[in-house]
């Protein structure tokens, strides 16, 4: 971490009372090194960050960070508090303050100063010296990881070499940390594991399978481990590595906050004698090797990550194709989607030949969505080797008309078989042949076969029923549609159902008909509201917020007007039970109000500012105002009723976020 921090990035004598005004502290002396040249719009990108996820970590941590454009080259500060900050944390206020800044689109500067720097502040010696320091220079020094006096380490902190030398012999453990993000959890996770461990005397070597990287433990160190650990959000990679050995499979907050029970758990199962059912991905079921779902838990969850899997893959080119669709439209008219091939006929100064070009980039991109959904949802159950019959099936859904949910069925078809195959054990002359050629060509064969002969004309006559569906939606069914979308847009803010509800809107822009267009009209409209709902509260009601939550309803407004949703986490994570119903209500309203008003909506993001793209723009804003308008209402009532009368503002010091 040399030259990301130097003596004048520290503070030892941070003043600031609010993680805003610790971040302008902090920023204020990058600005005075010159690795930040604005210092509003640096704060401002900082902020946007902080609004979607509080950035507080367990023992008095406070990270902030950001990649921003006004940023020169990659940067740490630091900054150490006598009263605390709040930034979030479980466990209460920070005095440890952290402010990474990377240029925007350094990417893997960013992500390796924020893992690198998780996985030292799980050392409890580094935090003590830190708080303990009393010169700048050697603070920095000591961030960026040169020599200097280290205070003397735990007496439970035994390393590995030493428990190596050991008569009886150590257990031994091989871990896999990861989240979702693949940054400070993950390295966190793993320090946590590896120093419970040493207090132990176990040997525990960690495999981070984290976003800064992805490095393979040794196959011998995995053949020598007497049992696996598993603390993961997003699936293992490459299960079948670990395939009969005991295996605890848990979160990542649990590697961090339960490192020493879950070590305890391994023992206990590799005494009973223990072992997981993933064998070798060649000829065996690896339980979803290097897709995003993992097999572990109900079937339901898991058809959810399937599903997610693909979705997520889907979006951007949802996002990409739409936009430019939607675009084309504004420039040319609804017509221009009959124009002649722009590379038979292009006129440079024509704004219908660019309207043209606009539609036919959009429509190439349109094209993509049912075999990119099919491809990574038969990835996420089965890895590689189901890519190329995932893809194969939705092309054919596309080709027999199934649409969308040929898509679905075609992706779980090709995993699903892909798994099935996998189970067969082979000569072990031909495992190598098997995940690049054998599974992709078989499984292929079968799939198509499956998707032209048996399933592909009943799925096709059932989406078309749907599609007739959504067409003829009306009066009464229109609106009920309107409020359950809203209610799913709104209950978890981001999460599965978020996704659920997002899904179908965006599946029916593959092939847009009025009724889906109104469905991704409403689904937008439910999904700007939490977020404005919290900003218009801390506005008008900012005694019944604590500062925390009235900084974050500032930045609220924006990610609400477009349209991301987790705007309002923060809030909701502080008082559920007031703010989640109050939500929910507003979504519903505003979903029923954009369905009963015919709104119409071909682009699949974007908030406010593809308004002009949307059909009845001023009714679709009215019903945005509306529903943002009833949660408000009850978030700040209900709140109110359980505030003391006679409360005044605090600060962070003194005032939690009010809760249930």
């Known amino acids: 971490m040399s030259e990301l921090i130097t003596a004048e990035l520290v503070d030892l004598d941070l003043s600031a009372e609010t993680k805003s005004a610790a971040a302008r502290s902090l920023a204020e002396l990058m600005v005075a090194a010159g690795r930040v040249t604005d210092l509003e719009g640096f704060l401002a990108d900082v902020a946007a960050r902080e609004a979607q996820m509080p950035t507080g970590l367990d023992g008095g941590i406070g990270i902030p960070h950001c990649r921003s454009e006004h940023v020169t080259m990659p940067t740490l500060a630091f900054g150490r508090s006598a009263r605390g900050i709040d930034f979030g944390a479980a466990d209460g206020p920070a005095d ?63 390393t590995a070499a030493d428990t190596e030398g050991e008569t009886t012999g150590p257990f031994r453990i091989v871990a896999v940390t990861s989240c979702p993000t693949g940054i400070a959890h993950t390295y966190m996770a793993a320090e946590s594991l590896q120093a419970a461990a040493r207090a132990q005397g176990v040997v525990l070597d960690v495999e981070t399978q984290g976003s800064a990287g992805f490095d393979r433990l040794d196959p011998e160190v995995i053949a020598a481990a007497d049992a696996v650990i598993w603390a993961h959000d997003v699936d293992v990679r490459e299960k079948a590595r670990f395939g009969g050995k005991p295996v605890v499979d848990t979160g990542v907050k649990a590697g961090i906050n339960r490192p020493a029970e879950l070590i305890t758990e391994a023992r206990r199962k590799a005494e009973r004698g223990e072992t997981s059912g993933v064998l070798d991905e060649r000829h065996g079921p690896d339980a979803g090797t290097g897709g995003t779902a993992g097999t572990s838990g109900h079937f339901g969850v ?16 949802v996002a990409a194709g739409g936009l430019l669709i939607a675009i084309s439209f504004a420039i040319g008219g609804y017509e221009i989607a009959s124009a002649k091939s722009v590379a038979d006929h292009f006129v440079w100064g024509e704004a219908a030949s660019w309207a043209a070009l606009l539609n036919q980039i959009g429509s190439a991109a349109f094209g993509f969505l049912v075999p990119v959904l099919a491809g990574y949802i038969a990835y996420g159950m089965a890895d590689r080797p189901a890519l190329v019959p995932g893809f194969v099936g939705g092309a054919i859904a596309l080709t027999v008309d199934a649409g969308f949910l040929g898509g679905l069925v ?34 292929s064969v079968a799939v198509g ?27 009464s069914n229109a609106v009920i549609l309107g409020i359950v979308l809203g209610l799913m847009m709104c209950f978890d803010m981001g999460g599965p159902l978020n996704k659920v509800a997002y899904a179908f809107a965006v599946g029916g822009l593959a092939d847009p008909t009025p009724g889906s267009l109104k469905v991704m009209a409403a689904v937008m409209a439910a999904g700007m509201v939490p977020p404005l709902a919290m900003a218009l509260a ?59 008003f015919g709104c119409t909506l071909r682009a699949p993001h974007g908030g406010v500012f593809v308004v002009p ?48």
């Not at 409890?124 to 040169?146: K, N, Q, V, W, Y």
């Not at 500032?554 to 349209?563: C, E, K, M, N, Y």
């Not at 804003?621 to 503002?649: E, Q, Y």
């Open 538 to 596: 801390t506005t008008v009601r900012r005694r019944l917020f604590t500062r925390t939550e009235r900084e974050n309803g500032r930045a609220a407004w924006v990610l609400g007007a477009s349209f991301i949703t987790e705007g309002a986490i923060p809030f909701a994570a502080g008082d559920p039970l007031r703010v989640i119903p109050s939500v929910m209500a507003g979504g519903a309203v505003t979903g029923a109000l954009s369905m009963a």
């Open 410 to 443: 075609a992706g779980l078809l090709a995993g699903a078989v892909v798994m099935a195959i996998q189970r067969v054990k082979v000569h072990p002359t031909l495992r190598g042949i098997m995940p690049v050629l054998v599974i992709p060509l078989l499984a």
């Open 96 to 158: 440890l303050v952290f402010l990474i800044a990377a240029p925007a689109g350094a990417d893997d500067d960013h992500l390796t100063i924020l893992s690198s720097l998780a996985r030292r502040l799980m050392d409890p010696g580094f935090t003590g010296a830190l708080r303990a320091e009393g010169a700048p220079g050697t603070a920095a020094a000591r961030i960026r990881g040169e020599e200097v006096p280290a205070p003397v380490p735990a007496p439970d902190e035994t």
């Open 613 to 660: 793209l949307i059909g009845e723009p001023f009714l679709y804003l009215l019903a945005i105002a509306v529903g943002t308008a009833v949660s408000a209402v009850l978030v700040v009532t209900l709140k109110g009723m359980r505030r003391d009368p006679g409360a005044t503002p605090t600060d962070d010091r003194s005032e939690a976020p009010v809760a249930a």
């Open 302 to 317: 898991r058809l959810r990550t399937y599903l997610m899997s693909g979705v997520s893959y889907m979006v951007p080119f």
């Open 449 to 475: 076969f499956l998707m032209y002969i048996v399933v592909g004309k009943p799925i096709a006559s059932l989406q078309n029923a749907l599609t007739e569906w959504l067409n003829g939606l009306s009066g």
